[in-house]
C-alpha cells in the first residue's frame, strides 16, 4: 500500500506538471511573462488540441505531433503534423491555430504574412486531435479485452473463469440481470445486450483512462461534449427505431389525457415529441458535466499550489501538501464516478429502450 501511494502521488504531481497549453496563447505568444492563469491551466487540461502535450520546462514545450487534415476550396486538402504550428508560433500552409478571438484553439486561414484572413470560413478539419488519438486507443483496448474473453470462453466454456475472464464476467452478468433485464424485459433483452455492454464498457473504460495521467491515457474523452452527443444520438437511435406500435401511438394520442389538451391544440404531442429528445440531452449533458467536474476540481487543488507559490515558497510548500492529498482524494472518488456514470447511461438507455418496446397491459 505504502508503494502504491507513493507511485499515485508521483502520478498526480506528473499531471499537475504536466499541463499546458499545445499551442501556446496569448500570454505565450506575445512573450509577455504573465503571473499564474488558473483558467488557462485548468481548460488546457481538459481541452482538446492539436498535438499529445507530455511536459514543460521553461518556455520549452514537449509534445507528440498529431496528423492536421484539412480541406478548403482554396488548398485543397492537406495534410502534415502540428509540429509545423511549433506549438501555435508559426503558420504553415496559409494555416495557422488561432491564439485569440472567437476561433481561438481552431485552425484559420491566413496570408502569406500569417495575418488570420477575417471573413473567411473555417477549412474543414478532419485532423487526429487528442481525443481521437485517444479514443483509438480506448478502442483498440475494448477490442484486445473482448477478443481475448471471447477466445477464453470458445476454449472451454464450462470451466471456472480465471484472471482477466474471472474480473470481466462478474460486471457483464451485472448489466445483464441488474440493468438489461428488469428494464426490457427477460425476453426481449437479449436483442440490445450488444449495445448496452458496448456501452457500458465503452464509458467505464474511457473514463478509467483519462484518470492515468500517462501517454496515450489521460485524455479527457468522455468529458467532451462531441463524444457524449455522439453516444446519446445512439441511444436516441436506439430508442425510437425499436419503438414499437404502442410506443408510436401514446406520443401521437397519449391516453388517459382530457381531449382538450389533445385537440384541436396539439399540447401533449408537443411534450412528448420534445420528451424524446431531451432525454438523450440530459443523458449527454450528465456525462459530459459529471466527467468534466472532476478534472476541473482535481486540477483546482493543484492550482491552489502555484497561485500560493507566488506569494513565496514556504505559502507554495505549505498548500502543495493539503492540496496533493485532496487531489489524490478526490481522484479516488473519481474512479468511482466513472462506474457510476456508465452504469447510470446504461440503465437510463435500458429504461428508454424498455418504455419503446414494451407491451400493450
Same mark, same amino acid.
Given at each position: 500500500?505504502?508503494?502504491?501511494?507513493?507511485?499515485?502521488?508521483?502520478?498526480?504531481?506528473?499531471?499537475?506538471?504536466? !499541463?499546458?497549453?499545445?499551442?501556446?496563447?496569448?500570454?505565450?505568444?506575445?512573450?509577455?511573462?504573465?503571473?499564474?492563469?488558473?483558467?488557462?491551466?485548468?481548460?488546457?487540461?481538459?481541452?482538446?488540441?492539436?498535438?499529445?502535450?507530455?511536459?514543460?520546462?521553461?518556455?520549452?514545450?514537449?509534445?507528440?505531433?498529431?496528423?492536421?487534415?484539412?480541406?478548403?476550396?482554396?488548398?485543397?486538402?492537406?495534410?502534415?503534423?502540428?509540429?509545423?504550428?511549433?506549438?501555435?508560433?508559426?503558420? @504553415?500552409?496559409? @494555416?495557422?491555430? =488561432?491564439?485569440?478571438?472567437?476561433? =481561438?484553439?481552431?485552425? %484559420?486561414?491566413?496570408?502569406?504574412?500569417?495575418?488570420?484572413? !477575417?471573413?473567411?470560413?473555417?477549412?474543414?478539419?478532419?485532423?487526429?486531435?487528442?481525443?481521437?488519438?485517444?479514443?483509438?486507443?480506448?478502442?483498440?483496448?475494448?477490442?484486445?479485452?473482448?477478443? !481475448? *474473453?471471447?477466445?477464453?470462453?470458445?476454449?472451454?466454456?464450462?470451466?471456472?473463469?480465471?484472471?482477466?475472464?474471472?474480473?470481466?464476467? $462478474?460486471? #457483464?452478468?451485472? %448489466?445483464?440481470?441488474?440493468?438489461?433485464?428488469?428494464?426490457?424485459?427477460?425476453?426481449?433483452?437479449?436483442?440490445? *445486450?450488444?449495445?448496452? *455492454?458496448?456501452?457500458?464498457?465503452?464509458?467505464?473504460?474511457?473514463?478509467?483512462?483519462?484518470?492515468? $495521467?500517462?501517454? $496515450?491515457?489521460?485524455?479527457? %474523452?468522455?468529458?467532451?461534449?462531441?463524444?457524449?452527443?455522439?453516444?446519446?444520438?445512439?441511444?436516441?437511435?436506439?430508442?425510437?427505431?425499436?419503438?414499437?406500435?404502442?410506443?408510436?401511438?401514446?406520443?401521437?394520442?397519449? $391516453?388517459?389525457?382530457?381531449?382538450?389538451?389533445?385537440?384541436? *391544440?396539439?399540447?401533449?404531442?408537443? #411534450?412528448?415529441?420534445?420528451?424524446?429528445?431531451?432525454?438523450?440531452?440530459?443523458?449527454?449533458?450528465?456525462?459530459?458535466?459529471?466527467?468534466?467536474?472532476?478534472?476541473?476540481?482535481?486540477?483546482?487543488?493543484?492550482?491552489? #499550489?502555484?497561485?500560493?507559490?507566488?506569494?513565496?515558497?514556504?505559502?507554495?510548500?505549505?498548500?502543495?501538501?493539503?492540496?496533493?492529498?485532496?487531489?489524490?482524494?478526490?481522484?479516488?472518488?473519481?474512479?468511482?464516478?466513472?462506474?457510476?456514470?456508465?452504469? %447510470?447511461?446504461?440503465?437510463? !438507455?435500458?429504461?428508454?429502450?424498455?418504455?419503446?418496446?414494451?407491451?400493450?397491459?
Amino acid at each position: 500500500m505504502k508503494h502504491f501511494l507513493k507511485i499515485f502521488l508521483l502520478a498526480a504531481l506528473f499531471t499537475a506538471a504536466g !499541463t499546458a497549453d499545445c499551442y501556446g496563447g496569448p500570454s505565450q505568444a506575445d512573450g509577455n511573462k504573465k503571473g499564474f492563469d488558473p483558467g488557462s491551466f485548468i481548460f488546457d487540461h481538459i481541452a482538446d488540441s492539436y498535438c499529445w502535450h507530455i511536459f514543460s520546462m521553461g518556455d520549452k514545450h514537449y509534445s507528440v505531433p498529431l496528423p492536421v487534415i484539412l480541406y478548403s476550396r482554396e488548398n485543397g486538402l492537406s495534410i502534415f503534423m502540428s509540429s509545423r504550428f511549433d506549438h501555435g508560433y508559426s503558420s @504553415y500552409n496559409g @494555416y495557422k491555430i =488561432e491564439n485569440n478571438g472567437p476561433n =481561438e484553439g481552431k485552425i %484559420v486561414k491566413v496570408n502569406d504574412n500569417g495575418e488570420t484572413l !477575417t471573413g473567411e470560413p473555417l477549412p474543414l478539419d478532419f485532423s487526429i486531435t487528442k481525443n481521437v488519438l485517444a479514443l483509438f486507443f480506448s478502442v483498440i483496448v475494448i477490442f484486445l479485452i473482448f477478443i !481475448t *474473453l471471447g477466445k477464453s470462453y470458445k476454449k472451454s466454456p464450462l470451466s471456472v473463469p480465471k484472471g482477466l475472464q474471472s474480473f470481466f464476467e $462478474p460486471i #457483464i452478468v451485472f %448489466v445483464i440481470d441488474d440493468i438489461a433485464k428488469p428494464a426490457i424485459g427477460e425476453e426481449k433483452h437479449r436483442r440490445f *445486450l450488444p449495445y448496452l *455492454l458496448t456501452l457500458f464498457f465503452f464509458i467505464w473504460i474511457n473514463n478509467m483512462l483519462g484518470l492515468i $495521467p500517462i501517454f $496515450p491515457m489521460g485524455a479527457n %474523452v468522455t468529458g467532451n461534449i462531441s463524444v457524449t452527443m455522439g453516444l446519446a444520438l445512439t441511444s436516441l437511435i436506439a430508442v425510437n427505431f425499436s419503438g414499437n406500435k404502442k410506443y408510436w401511438q401514446h406520443l401521437y394520442n397519449p $391516453p388517459g389525457i382530457p381531449a382538450f389538451l389533445k385537440f384541436p *391544440l396539439p399540447l401533449m404531442q408537443v #411534450i412528448e415529441i420534445v420528451g424524446v429528445f431531451t432525454k438523450p440531452f440530459v443523458l449527454m449533458i450528465r456525462l459530459f458535466a459529471n466527467i468534466t467536474a472532476g478534472h476541473i476540481i482535481t486540477m483546482g487543488f493543484f492550482c491552489l #499550489i502555484f497561485i500560493f507559490g507566488e506569494r513565496g515558497a514556504v505559502f507554495g510548500y505549505s498548500i502543495s501538501v493539503i492540496s496533493v492529498l485532496f487531489g489524490i482524494f478526490i481522484t479516488f472518488l473519481e474512479f468511482l464516478v466513472a462506474l457510476i456514470q456508465a452504469y %447510470v447511461f446504461t440503465l437510463l !438507455t435500458s429504461l428508454f429502450i424498455g418504455s419503446a418496446v414494451s407491451d400493450e397491459h
